[in-house]
T-cell receptor, first 110, second 112 residues
Framework: AQRVTQPEKLLSVFKGAPVELKCNYS??????LFWYVQYSRQRLQLLLR??SRESIKGFTADLNKGETSFHLKKPFAQEEDSAMYYC????????????FGEGTQLTVNP | NAGVTQTPKFQVLKTGQSMTLQCAQD?????MYWYRQDPGMGLRLIYY???????DKGEVPNGYNVSRLNKREFSLRLESAAPSQTSVYFC???????????FGPGTRLTVL
C-alpha cells in the first residue's frame, strides 16, 4: 500500500534561514505529490503540486523518483510561514483520493 | 461563495451516543471526502464519494457511515460513539480526478 512519511513532527528555524520539510513516499507507480498547509485558525489549503513545477510563497518542491522524495524548500523562511504542513500522494488509479503524511509543524522564530 | 461548510463546529458526546456531522459545498464539485485529523497521524480518509450516488470506504471507515444526500451534501454518521473517535473531522470537496481538494473548517468532536 502507498505510504507518505514526514519524519519531522516539529521543525523550528530562525527568520531568514533556509528551511526544508522532508517528505518520503512509497508507491510503485507514478504518483502525483502535493503539499497542503494549515495556518493557525485557517483551513487546510493546497500550497503546491509537483506537476505544476511552480514556486508558491517562495516554496518549491521537486519530485525525486529515485529517492522517492518530495521535500519542500524555501531559501529564506519568514515568520508567516509558521504553520502545519502536510505532504500528500495521489495514486494513478485512486480517482481523487489522497494519502496524507503525518504533518510537520514549522515554527519560524524572529 | 462559502466554499465547504461544516456543522457543528464543536460537539461533546458520551460513549454510545450517535450523531451526524453535516457537510455542504457550493462549488458544484463532484467529489467529497471525510477525514479525521489526529496528532502525529496526519489526516486519514474515512469515506469518500467520487460522484453523486456513490460512496466508498477510505483508510479508517470502521464505526462510521456516510450519505451523499445530493451533489452538495455529504454527511458522516457515528452510530455509537467511542472515545477512540475523539478527533477533528474535516470535510473536503474537489471537482474530481486530479483537482485540488478544498477543505471545510473542521468539527472538533470529543467522546467521553
Amino acid at each position: 500500500a502507498q505510504r507518505v512519511t514526514q519524519p519531522e513532527k516539529l521543525l523550528s528555524v530562525f527568520k531568514g534561514a533556509p528551511v526544508e520539510l522532508k517528505c518520503n513516499y512509497s508507491y510503485s507507480g507514478s504518483p502525483e505529490l502535493f503539499w497542503y498547509v494549515q495556518y493557525s485558525r485557517q483551513r487546510l489549503q493546497l500550497l503546491l503540486r509537483h506537476i505544476s513545477r511552480e514556486s508558491i510563497k517562495g516554496f518549491t518542491a521537486d519530485l525525486n523518483k529515485g529517492e522517492t522524495s518530495f521535500h519542500l524548500k524555501k531559501p529564506f523562511a519568514q515568520e508567516e510561514d509558521s504553520a502545519m504542513y502536510y505532504c500528500a500522494l495521489k495514486e494513478e488509479t485512486s480517482g481523487s483520493r489522497l494519502t496524507f503524511g503525518e504533518g510537520t509543524q514549522l515554527t519560524v522564530n524572529p | 461563495n462559502a466554499g465547504v461548510t461544516q456543522t457543528p463546529k464543536f460537539q461533546v458526546l458520551k460513549t454510545g451516543q450517535s450523531m451526524t456531522l453535516q457537510c455542504a459545498q457550493d462549488m458544484n464539485h463532484n467529489s467529497m471526502y471525510w477525514y479525521r485529523q489526529d496528532p502525529g497521524m496526519g489526516l486519514r480518509l474515512i469515506y469518500y464519494s467520487a460522484s453523486e450516488g456513490t460512496t466508498d470506504k477510505g483508510e479508517v471507515p470502521n464505526g462510521y457511515n456516510v450519505s451523499r444526500l445530493n451533489k452538495r451534501e455529504f454527511s458522516l454518521r457515528l452510530e455509537s460513539a467511542a472515545p477512540s473517535q475523539t478527533s477533528v473531522y474535516f470535510c473536503a470537496s474537489s471537482e474530481g480526478g486530479w483537482d485540488e481538494q478544498f477543505f471545510g473548517p473542521g468539527t472538533r468532536l470529543t467522546v467521553l
